[in-house]
């Protein structure tokens, strides 16, 4: 089974592009960040036309997650038990042949030492909270999606430039570790060490080009799951298109 994560930066203006990812890659559940698109405009039919039924929650301009699976999904849970309505649309989770797979989009943070800087803090112990609460560590848990934080010096392009900048302070850093020390593994740090590799890349100052990135998109799972990994890697390619999104899709490939 193959699942990935990409934050498309806009599912409506990226369909054509998630249509040709979709159709070369064989990838059977994809979680999608970003999507800003309210409900009403979720493009159902194309994706079903592509061969994936949707599970969504989206707002006018920001935000927004999704899932997408060739494969039937349960228990569909949209942001976290007790939100309210008007909540940022930011988390939903599905079981799809009996994995649990949570799909986050993280809150940015925006400034440092800001009222949205502690609210992406508190929505990590949240985060953290909602595994502790709903789910089992002995039982296939997928936890994916842009995370807005590089857990470590191998996951910037650059510590000097990022030292003590959003992303990558300590703060931030330590509250996404605290959401891994519930049991997760890194599943691209499982197959590949230390391998420095990037999944965003900003937009401006040839970025792209230079390899100046950041690995803030992830595909963490449960032991017993981690056990079935066959790879995971990021894909690049969609980066380079024409008008693409700033970030590139993860893929986890699983023997079950």
């Not at 449960?222 to 066959?230: D, I, N, P, R, V």
Request: charged residues 30%; hydrophobic residues 35%; proline residues 4%.
């Amino acid at each position: 089974m193959k699942i990935a994560t990409w934050n498309v930066n806009s599912i409506n203006v990226r369909l054509e592009q998630l249509e040709k990812w979709l159709g070369e890659s064989g990838t059977d559940v994809i979680c999608l960040q970003e999507t800003k698109c309210v409900d009403e405009n979720f493009p159902v039919e194309e994706i079903r036309a592509m061969g994936y039924e949707a599970a969504f929650t989206g707002e006018k301009s920001y935000n927004g997650v999704a899932i997408l699976s060739k494969h039937p999904m349960t228990d569909v849970q949209k942001n976290f038990p007790g939100d309210a309505d008007d909540a940022p649309k930011r988390m939903i989770a599905a079981t799809v042949d009996g994995i649990r797979i949570v799909n986050t989009y993280i809150p940015n943070g925006t400034e440092l030492w800001t009222d949205k800087f502690d609210f992406k803090l508190d929505w990590l112990q949240r985060l953290r909270n909602y595994f502790n609460e709903t789910c089992g560590k002995d039982e296939k848990v997928l936890l994916c999606g842009d995370f807005n934080v590089a857990p470590d010096e191998e996951d910037v392009w650059s510590v000097k430039n990022w030292e003590g900048k959003l992303h990558f302070t300590i703060p931030e850093r330590a509250a996404l570790y605290h959401v891994k020390l519930w049991g997760f593994t890194d599943l691209f740090r499982l197959k590949h060490g230390d391998l420095k590799e990037f999944s965003w890349w900003n937009y401006r100052m040839g970025a792209f080009p230079k390899n100046q990135g950041l690995r803030i998109d992830h595909i963490w799972t449960s032991e017993g799951l981690a056990a079935k990994c066959t790879d995971c890697r990021i894909d690049k390619e969609p980066r380079g298109w024409e008008r693409p999104s700033d970030h590139a899709p993860v893929v986890a490939e699983f023997d079950i």
